[in-house]
Structure formats: structure tokens, C-alpha cells
């Protein structure tokens, strides 16, 4: 079982950048496919990428390629989510979560496929 705790999140200008992180601790970290997620107001939890066990694959969800990058450094036990040129449809609480089923590779996915889900972190983009 792994936990996620997610951090970064803040007040930020459109086009400016900001950087989340998802701290992980369980032994299952480095087995597992982590993906992050948001929730704008008022709409459904997004998928917007996820990253492998190793870091050697990336998927993004196509509304977010370009502007999002996702690593992970296993060392630190951290998922990160670098985002730039930042626009207020961007806010949102952004979630990380790790797949369930460990090793699987990421790709085309559901939120049912994710859990261990942390508690999230605001982000607002203001005009």
C-alpha cells in the first residue's frame, strides 16, 4: 500500500508556472504507475497524466500535453507536476493517486483504476 501526500499548490498569474509535488511513503512506490488528477469547480475529476514505476513512460491526457510535465524521482519518493503557461481554466484541486494494480503501464485509464488518493492541493490561476 502506498500513501500520497500532495504540496505546491498555490496562487499563481496566468502564464506563470508552479511546481506540485506528490510525497509517497509504502513500500509499493517504486512498483507503481502514479497519475495526477484535478477537479475544477463544478465539473468531474480529470485525468490529466500519469508516469510508470521506473519513470521510462508518460502519458498525458491531450488537453495537457505541451504544458504539463510529470517525473518522478524514486530516490525521494516524489511524484512532481511541473506546470507552465498557466491559464485560469487550469484551476482546480490537483490529486495524485497510484494505479491499483501494480507494474501496469500507463495509458488511456478511469479514476476507478487509481486509488490511494491524497487530500489534494488547490491551485487558482488568476486573469
Known amino acids: 500500500q502506498v500513501q500520497l501526500v500532495e504540496s505546491g499548490g498555490g496562487l499563481v498569474q496566468a502564464g506563470g508556472s508552479l511546481r506540485l509535488s506528490c510525497a509517497a511513503s509504502?513500500?509499493?512506490?517504486?512498483?507503481?504507475?502514479i497519475g495526477w488528477f484535478r477537479r475544477a469547480p463544478g465539473k468531474e475529476r480529470e485525468f490529466v497524466a500519469a508516469?510508470?514505476?521506473?519513470?521510462?513512460?508518460?502519458y498525458y491526457a491531450d488537453s495537457m500535453k505541451g504544458r504539463f510535465t510529470i517525473s518522478r524521482d524514486n530516490a525521494k519518493n516524489t511524484v512532481y507536476l511541473q506546470m507552465n503557461s498557466l491559464k485560469p481554466e487550469d484551476t482546480a484541486i490537483y490529486y495524485c493517486a497510484a494505479h491499483r494494480v501494480l507494474y501496469f503501464p500507463p495509458g488511456p485509464t478511469g479514476l476507478a483504476d487509481f486509488g490511494s488518493w491524497g487530500q489534494g492541493t488547490q491551485v487558482t490561476v488568476s486573469s
Open positions: 509504502g513500500r509499493t512506490f517504486s512498483m507503481s504507475t
Open positions: 508516469i510508470s514505476w521506473s519513470g521510462g513512460s508518460i
